[in-house]
């Protein structure tokens, strides 16, 4: 007669299947640590971009306000008579990235049409005379115009200059 195998259902103790219960768990969450780990380090990587994308913004907006706020100031020493007058008695600035926008008082504004913190101001000084080596010449009028602006936050700080060379009445 033949001899049947006792085929149970139940797993032997040292069968490869029994010792490996749990590992797929184990390897599932273990791999889901790793690509939240990686979504994390990706989202913080785009916050980092778009903060520094709105510094440069911020900056931009500022040269902007400044460069308007300068070409202004240039254009009225140029144009009026008043405003050289009174150039010629303000001081000059002694740091102009010091300058606060108010003391000494700006010699004007500049309305920019754009959104700033606050509205650009100029200062304008008169420097020196300028003449010839020629003593029949008359001389030119030299005057400093500094600007400062902020962009769309008080951190976002501009200060330009410039000089304008004027020749006489």
Not at 2 to 14: E, H, I, V, W, Y
Request: proline share 5%; net charge negative; glycine share 8%.
């Amino acid at each position: 007669m033949a001899s049947f195998q006792n085929l149970s259902s139940a797993p032997k103790a040292n069968h490869p299947s029994h010792r490996e219960r749990g590992a797929t768990l184990i390897v599932a969450l273990v791999m889901l640590l790793l690509i939240s780990l990686l979504a994390v380090g990706g989202m913080q990587g785009s916050i980092m971009q778009e903060r520094m994308a709105s510094n440069a913004h911020d900056g931009s907006i500022s040269f902007q306000a400044a460069e308007t706020a300068l070409r202004q100031g240039e254009a009225d020493i140029l144009n009026t008579l008043a405003t050289r007058q009174a150039a010629t008695v303000t001081a000059r600035l002694t740091t102009a990235w010091d300058w606060d926008g108010a003391n000494p008082a700006p010699s004007g504004n500049g309305n920019v049409g754009i959104q700033v913190n606050s509205e650009p101001v100029y200062h304008q000084a008169r420097l020196a005379d300028v003449c010839s080596i020629d003593p029949t010449e008359p001389c030119f009028e030299r005057f400093q115009i500094t600007s400062r602006a902020e962009g769309g936050s008080a951190e976002a700080i501009t200060v330009l200059q410039s000089t304008a060379l004027l020749p006489p009445e």
